[in-house]
């Protein structure tokens, strides 16, 4: 066992390897970085120096072009020189005079001491030397060759290096043909030679070097034949002008490179047989060669000086790095040690409990290989199972599971495996056979390298046995309380520090909670989110509930929570102190009906004992069991009196109490409606059916009172009839007024017939009038009218003009009586005609009017809006005339404006029926003091001459909208216009 | 007036004022309408012309008037009278009537159609208004009309 459980450990830790690979790894990091760095510095230090190289050779050539150009110019003054010339050529023919040849000599001298020429040698035409005095015969031999080719070509010619044969003399030649030119031609004369020695200029110009520098030069050569010819004296080599040779063969060498055409940076070897770098060009226009150099040796001096920086700083870093990490390494592996060393003895100490625990664990222990095989197992299994620890290290897991769960081993260990670990129950099989649920812990573990099931068992027989019996019983509570028909609920109440109960949370409630209350979803919340307010409005709720949660005596109430209009009846425990649970029962409508009962209860009473009428009822025999106040007045007794009588019975009481009666005169009247209340009890009795019937009292004052009685039965619940019950109304009065209406209307009656056939004759008469005056007033104004135009027509030569102003005074006045009739006429006309009722369209017909009125003389001074104009009902060419008489007036009234601005419009006032149009105007207006005047007949408030008319047509409107039910008025100013108002009443039917 | 001058009438005027048949005889004059024209001056005068009763009774009927001009209020029988009975007759309903009258009453002038009137004109109390009337009622009941044969 000591040896399974105890050996696991990890084993790990670094090899100085890694360490090894580190330092390497930056050392050749830095190698690489220091070897990139300097040949890179190289390749910057060799650019520096070829660009050196070229920018001295090329300053070089250019300055040795230079100077050959000023040579060639100073033969060009001598060739352009005819003055010398001319004493040169009198010289050549032996005719210059002594002057001639001292000018020769001078300008020799100048030419000798000024520049670099050091001999001139004078040929004449037929290529005869002339010597000046003094002068010896040399060899011209290569001078005189170049002085033909001169003289032939007419051109300057500038020799090459040359060399003196005898003397060694190094020179250049300059030769100038020379001419005599006048007027007609130009005739030769022979060439001059200048000679250069280069020693003087040229050759330092070639050699200097602008830069200090050890072993740079340049020098200039040229190929001749199979060799190159080095033309200057070199700076290791003396006497090398003209004289030192190499052959082409030898390529190393950069003037063999050049004398074979290369151009450009060339390294080789030079004439020393030393490294070089050079730079090789061409020298335009000549056949020279421009070499510059420089020793290899010294452009590497700063390089290798670099070289050895670089490499210094290379190794210091590589050194610095490995020391670094070395110490590194060094202080992580110590503090290593330190943990590691700790780690074991805290494993060491861990063992020794693990081992304790799982010898006297109480859960069952098992180890198996990987092919589920027992290896191992401990004191507990042993027990359990009932095998030996033999018989079990033989056993497998698939023997200690019962049959039926085999089958999921396979699958349980595939999730194990996926896991690492698992727990879920089965079953498990002992070795008498007996099952056992067990719930299993089972991990994979690894044990040096090998896989190991390690298992750990639990027999679960009680717990679930214990747990079925929870789930049984918690299922049956359960079910009681979620289908139980009251509310129930299980709160916390809070408390602030006062213990005041501040609000409570619910922590559970069953379905009828939420049946009955119609709050969801509660649990978890507080009171005051589900009821909002609840708090102010049911504080009684709160104290009970505080009550109870804090002293534990339980509550049973009922309650009216404002917040929900609710009433509950609710029995409140609490189970714990600051809970409570509260199961409950809504009662609104119990409490609602009892309230409504008791309302309908007193207004019952209040009905039965105010009304003024008296009720009675009796029971099965006929006695009276109730009687309201009423009731009592009339009899003149008190309600315990009447009670338990017969009416026969009461009377024969009523008699008694009178002593001798006053009813004596009408007793028989009286006893018959006695009886008929008896007789009428019985007859309800029997059939049920309702009795209504006035009845006859008389009083003892003698006159007669009269009743209004129903009676009906008392129907029980089970629908027997059990009494009859009756109200009396004393109906005195109604008949005594009922019989004077009757009287009243029928004189009235009466009096209508009389007044309508006054009427009737009375419009006969108008209409006849009317007729009559339509029809004969009319006549003798035409009499008038015609027989004046006649007068006017037949006698103008016999009439003065005073005669026949008076006789147009006459026909006017008879027109004008004609129009007054007419108006008269249409006004009483209104008055009989009938009215005949349609819908009216108001906006058509204004718009109608109005085109009617206008002319076109007037229309440009009208502005005319019309608002919108509700419909009418009334008589539509009556209206037709309200209209146009209204707009007519409007515009008659406002024609004197430079504009007239007329409006039409409708008011509503409170609803749609009312109506009220209106005809706007900016006319001359009408002082508001004679309104009153304004729809009168023939009533003007102007002068004819101002405006015309008869003053009838407001009149004829006014006639009109009073038949139909309207008012019309008008508000106004004078000179500022008028508005007239009308409304009628448009849905009365008039026939 | 003979009754070889009654066979002849072209304009009946019935009218009882004499201003009036004056103006009328005067307008007529006046448009250069200058047919026969014959005036009677009561209802029961008219309606013995053209049943040819009293005075009438020789008149001959194959001459009856070209058109009749009516005044509704007449003494004894009154216009509306003496146009039913003209219309209602079938030789007389033919002759075209024009009712001439100061009424302007719409009685009169609905019962003048339903009686079948062929034109209804209303005096005018203007002189010259009245001769317009009269002249475009001769023109066109004399010479434009096409009376059946």
Known sequence: MKHFFSSLNFKWGKTPGVLFLIIILFSVSILFLGYFYYSNQVKVIKEQKQSELTSISKLKINQILRWKKERLGDAAIIYNNQDLIKNIANWFNNKSSLEERKNISLWENTLKTTYEYYNIIYFDKDYKQHLRPGEKKSDYSQVLEMGKKAIQSKNMIFSDFLIQENENIIHLDLIIPIYLKNDKDISNVGFLVLQIDPQLYLYDLIQSWPTNSKTSETLLIRKEGDSVLFLNKLRFKEDAALNFKIPLDKQEIPAVQGGLGYEGIFEGVDYRNVKTLSYIKRIDGTTWIMIAKVDRDEIYEPIKEKALQTGLITVILVLLVAVGIYALWKSQKLENLNKLRAAELERLALTKHYEYLVNYANDIILLADENLNIVEANERAIQHYGYSKEELLNKSFWDIRSPEERALLLSHIEQVEAAGGQIFETIHIKKDGIKFPAEINLHVISIEGKKYFQDIIRDITERKAALFALEQSEKHFHSLFENMLNGYAYCKMIFNDNNDPQDFIYLDANKSFERLTGLKEVKGKKVSEVIPGIRQTDPGLFERYGRVSLSGIPEVFEINVEALNMWFSISVYSPLKEYFVAVFDVITERKNADIALRASEALYHSLVENIPASIFRKNREGCYEFVNSRFCQLKDLKEDEIIGKTPIELSEYEAAKEAGGKFQSESGLRQQTIVHGSEHHELIMKTGQHIELEEVYPQPDGTIKYYHVIKAPIISHAGEIIGSQGIQFDVTDRKMAQREIEKLNSELEDRIKQRTIQLETSNKELEAFSYSVSHDLRAPLRALDGFAKILLEDYSHKLDAEGQRLCNIIISNAKKMGQLIDDLLAFSRIGRQGISQSSIDMNAIVNEVFQELITDKIKDQIEFTVQPLPESYGDLSMMRQVWRNLIGNAIKFSSTRSKSIIEVGALSYDDEKNIVYYVRDNGVGFNMQYADKLFGVFQRLHRVNEFEGTGVGLAIVQRIIHRHGGQIWAESEENKGATFYFNINRLRSES | ?149
């Open chain 2, 1 to 149: 007036m003979n009754t070889e001058e009654l066979n002849i009438v072209d304009i009946l005027l019935i009218e009882d004022n004499p201003n009036d048949v004056e103006l009328t005889l005067r307008a007529l004059k006046k448009v250069n309408i200058l047919n026969k024209i014959h005036v009677l001056s009561d209802g029961a005068e008219a309606l013995d012309f053209f049943f040819r009763k009293g005075k009438y009774s020789n008149r001959n009927s194959k001459n009856e008037p070209k058109v009749i001009i009516l005044d509704l209020k007449l003494p004894k029988v009154n216009g509306l009278e003496i146009l039913r009975n003209l219309k209602g007759d079938e030789n007389l309903k033919t002759i075209p009537v024009v009712v001439l009258t100061s009424s302007r009453e719409e009685q009169d002038v609905v019962e003048s159609y339903k009686l079948g009137v062929n034109s209804y004109i209303v005096k005018p109390v203007d002189f010259e208004k009245f001769i317009e009337a009269v002249k475009e009622l001769g023109f066109y009941w004399l010479l434009l009309n096409q009376p059946p044969k």
